[in-house]
């Protein structure tokens, strides 16, 4: 059974700091893995999809990379701003036209004025 | 208006009572699902459908039901709630093309008293 963990389950950083974070899963065989946000009270939006041929992925301050042999993504956030404040989740699908997805339990990320 | 809008956001209903938690998607997506949102357990999958004649389980089915009306519409039912189902519920969509993101509904934060 594929298992995604994030650590860690809280940072906070002061405002302009470059951050990391991070994602593993246990089970290799991935068909893409995505990066959300989620904001309280609201659902989850999809920050980028990373197909498990690619390395990276790139939007705007965001970079997530894929090591699918190692099991680990990470998302790295520059100039981080109080807007970056929020729950972030990596999820893994399993396969091609099955895209049921395996959620980590989230990173909750304050970014201190 | 929302692509993925799910009703109603909020709901508190007692032990033993049925409950139905509505989903309505307008980007023509062929596939939706239903998760639940524990706090530190991430999100779960509980049922999927991939189209209107095809529904099956996810991890968590137990205790829960679903219909899928039309391709627009996926419903999901609690038939005799119990307190540990006491939790954030999202719907999501997803094109089914191989390799897309999927999209959340706001969520409907349920309690069982």
């Known amino acids: 059974k594929q298992e995604v963990t994030q650590i860690p389950a809280a940072l906070s950083v002061p405002e302009g700091e470059n951050l990391v974070l991070n994602c593993s899963f246990t089970?290799?065989?991935?068909?893409?893995l995505q990066w959300f946000r989620q904001d309280p009270g609201k659902g989850l939006t999809s920050l980028l999809l990373i197909q498990s041929s690619q390395r990276e992925q790139t939007s705007g301050r965001l970079n997530a990379s894929l090591d699918k042999s190692s099991g680990r993504s990470t998302l790295y956030i520059a100039a981080s701003q109080p807007g970056d404040s929020a729950t972030y989740l990596c999820a893994v699908s399993a396969g091609f036209g099955n895209e049921k997805l395996t959620f980590g339990t989230g990173t909750r990320l304050t970014i201190i004025p | 208006d929302a692509d993925v809008t799910q009703t109603p956001r909020n709901r508190i209903t007692k032990t033993g009572k049925r409950i139905m938690l509505e989903c309505s998607q307008t980007k023509g997506h062929d596939r939706m699902y239903w998760y639940r949102q524990d706090p530190g357990l991430g999100l779960q999958l509980i049922y999927y459908s991939f189209d209107v004649k095809d529904i099956n389980k996810g991890e968590i089915s137990d205790g829960y039901s679903v219909s899928r009306q039309a391709q627009a519409k996926f419903s999901l039912s609690l038939e005799s709630a119990i307190p540990n189902q006491t939790a954030l519920y999202f719907c999501a969509t997803s094109g089914g093309r191989g390799g897309e993101t999927q999209y959340f509904g706001p969520g409907t934060r349920l309690l069982v008293l």
């Open positions: 089970d290799s065989a991935i068909y893409n």
